[in-house]
């Protein structure tokens, strides 16, 4: 009897193929013998990790550091999981040599930081606090040393507490501008890409409508829309100030949560659905940013409630910019149907799977239709996009030798790296993926009991310890593809 081997069989089953549909240019594939890496990512994609000031740093009176709304919130009692603050956190405020090495080992090119406003400028505007942009010059000086470069977000929702009235007065968004246009002008010959603003919605809705973060207030909603408002103006006057500041050849961008429709299925219908789900879904800050005005539909909707809007005001906030920044975590599932808007939001069932924190629902096609929308929609103002954000967190546990076997985050990764390799082969312009997160921090009001990290954190020692995920993850970047 003749006897096929494996290798035999699959060539023979790739030409019969190929010769049933002719025509058609199909692979000759062979078991068992090299193929082209099917997940390669393009060439100069650039890897990276995300992480926020006040999450990471600690270090919370040191050096003239004035307080931020989230120090007073996470003092405040009954706020925060177990009561717990970002007043040590990873203390990269002294550590940050040792965070370097953390991703010079990874491998990583690229870092996402932000900086504590009020480090800077202790009250949020008026006088500056020198030894706190110092610390970001170290910082800064650190990484470029290893070959890193920084991404630096300016906000990531630690407003200074001594702004009066925080994000209800229109003022904080003219000091927001200020402290930008400083903070470039002394940093922008090392620093060439810069985001305003970390995801609106949470730090309006979440702390002014719903309470749950920073500065935890449940307003109505008109001074929401307001506040709304001053965030987006925050935004575009502070590309407008960084664009003053700056060289030429500086990156200008935002890092924003847009909500992300997936289209139930992908027929032509339901794909134009989520498109205008997520023109709608996002009206009053991405769609308003990319748009440069208001949707009508919005306006309408909100009617005696709509901001107050003063001269200048949209320009500024349609200012162009070089790079979208995209933090993507989770799927919406949207529907065309025959009402007036065209489109409806599936509920989800309760049986749909998530990850540790019941939020992250795993949906990881939600990457690539998230890159795809957006750029569909508004493609010549969105040159190139990065996702600044992507991750879980886990039920990590280090064992008595040191190892957390993380295999659920690895697995959420996978995926979705799998995915956004979707959007880059189709040719969206995907420049680079920010893991969230570097190592485990503090995560707003669920305090210390949500890990996002791929190192871990000992919070009594402040010991780093790599995970399953960072030897994944240093895998995917060396070989630059899904591993
Ligand atoms: C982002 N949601 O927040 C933030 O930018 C990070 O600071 C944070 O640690 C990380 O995601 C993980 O939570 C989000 O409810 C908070 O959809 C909430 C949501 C999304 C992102």
Redesign the pocket.
Known sequence: MKVITRRQFGKSVAAAAAATYAGIALPRLALGEPQPAPLEYPKGFLWGCAT?SY?IEGGAKDDGRGPSLWDVFSHTPGKTHNGDTGDVADDSYHLYKRDVQLLKNLGVSVYRMSMSWSRVFPTGKGEVNQKGLDYYNRVVDELLANNITPYITMF??DTPAGLQGGWQSRDTSKAFADYCGYVTKHLGDKVKHWMTT??FI?FTD?GYKEGQFAPGLKLGPAQVNQIRHHAILAHGLGVEAIRANTPGGTQVGL?E?AIVYCPVMETAEHIEAARKATRDGNAPFLTTVLDGKYPQSYLEHEGANAPKVEEGDMKAIGSPIDFLGV?I??PLYARADNSPKGWAEEPMPSSFPHMF?P?INLGPECIYWGVRNVCDIWKEKVPAIYIT?N?T?SDDVLTPEGHVEDVDRVMYLRNHLTQLHRAASEGYPVKGYFL??LLD?F??ADGYS?R?GIHYVDFKTLKRTPKLSAEWYKQTIASNRVE
Do not use: M, R
Request: with cysteine; charged share 15%; aromatic share 24%.
């Open positions: 926020a999450q990531h929702w970390n995801e949470c979440l890092a949560n933090n975590y989770v924190s939020w954000e991750g967190s969230w997160s921090n995560e707003w949500k996002f």
